[in-house]
C-alpha cells in the first residue's frame, strides 16, 4: 500500500541559510500534518492543512511557512535557519481527520 | 488543553518479561481518540492502536495489549513475552475534536517511554 512519502531524507544546511521539505501524501487524503521531534523530545504539532486550507497551527515559528498544493502535496519551508532547527520533521497524512499515518520523517541538520 | 505524560522514561527488561507502559491524558473534550506508537531507533512512526473514548473495551492484539480506563484517565500499553525487537520508544498520543467538527485534529504526545528489552 502505499505510504507518505517525504523528501528529501537527510537535508544539511548552515545557519541562516533556508531549507524546503516536501510531503506527498496517501492518495486520497485529504489532510497533511506536520511535526517537528527534537533529539530526544517527543513530536510536536506545527501545522496542519485540509482541503488546500491552513486547518490548525501550532507552534511554528514566523521563520517557517508551509502550503499544500492542488495535487495535495504540502511543503514546508524554513528560512533564517538556526542551529535549534536541526530535527526530525515528519509529515503524516489522513483522510478527513481520522487516523494519521506518518511518513519516515526528513532529519534536518543545521550547521 | 490537552495533555499526555508517560511516567515512565526509560524501562530495561529482559527477554520474556512482561512489561506495561503507563499512559495518562487530561482533556476537557468528551470525544477524542488515544493512540500509542512506536518509534525504533530507525526514526519512523509506527502506528500501534487508536481507541475512541466510547470504546472503553480492552484490547489484544498478539503479544501487545491494551487497557483503557476512562475513570483514571489513563490507558496502559502492556507487552507480553517482550523480545529484543520491542526494542524501542513508544509514544501515547491524544487527538481531539475540532470545535464543532466531525473530525480529529493534531496529535498532542506524551514524553515518551525509552524500552530496552535486553536478550
Known amino acids: 500500500a502505499a505510504g507518505v512519502i517525504q523528501s528529501p531524507r537527510h537535508l544539511i544546511k548552515e545557519k541562516r541559510e533556508t531549507a524546503t521539505l516536501k510531503c506527498y501524501p496517501i492518495?486520497?487524503?485529504?489532510?497533511v500534518y506536520w511535526y517537528q521531534q527534537g533529539p530526544g523530545q517527543d513530536p510536536q504539532f506545527l501545522i496542519s492543512?485540509?482541503?488546500?486550507?491552513?486547518?490548525d497551527k501550532g507552534s511554528i515559528p514566523d521563520r517557517f511557512s508551509a502550503q499544500q498544493f492542488s495535487d495535495y502535496h504540502s511543503e514546508l519551508n524554513m528560512s533564517s535557519l538556526e542551529l535549534g532547527d536541526s530535527a526530525l520533521y515528519f509529515c503524516?497524512?489522513?483522510?478527513?481527520?481520522?487516523?494519521?499515518?506518518f511518513g519516515p520523517g526528513t532529519r534536518l541538520t543545521v550547521t | 488543553a490537552q495533555k499526555v505524560t508517560q511516567a515512565q522514561t526509560e524501562i530495561s527488561v529482559v527477554e520474556k518479561e512482561d512489561v506495561t507502559l503507563d499512559c495518562v491524558y487530561e482533556t476537557r473534550d468528551t470525544t477524542y481518540y488515544l493512540f500509542w506508537y512506536k518509534q525504533p531507533p530507525s526514526g519512523e512512526l509506527v502506528f500501534l492502536i487508536r481507541r475512541n473514548s466510547f470504546d472503553e473495551q480492552n484490547e489484544i492484539s498478539g503479544r501487545y495489549s491494551w487497557n483503557f480506563q476512562k475513570s483514571t484517565s489513563s490507558f496502559n500499553f502492556t507487552i507480553t513475552a517482550s523480545q529484543v525487537v520491542d526494542s524501542a520508544v513508544y509514544f501515547c498520543a491524544l487527538s481531539e475534536l475540532y470545535a464543532g467538527g466531525t473530525s480529529y485534529g493534531k496529535l498532542t504526545f506524551g514524553q515518551g517511554t525509552i524500552l530496552t528489552v535486553h536478550p
Open positions: 503524516a497524512s489522513s483522510l478527513e481527520g481520522h487516523e494519521q499515518y
Open positions: 492543512f485540509y482541503e488546500k486550507m491552513q486547518s
Open positions: 492518495p486520497r487524503h485529504d489532510t
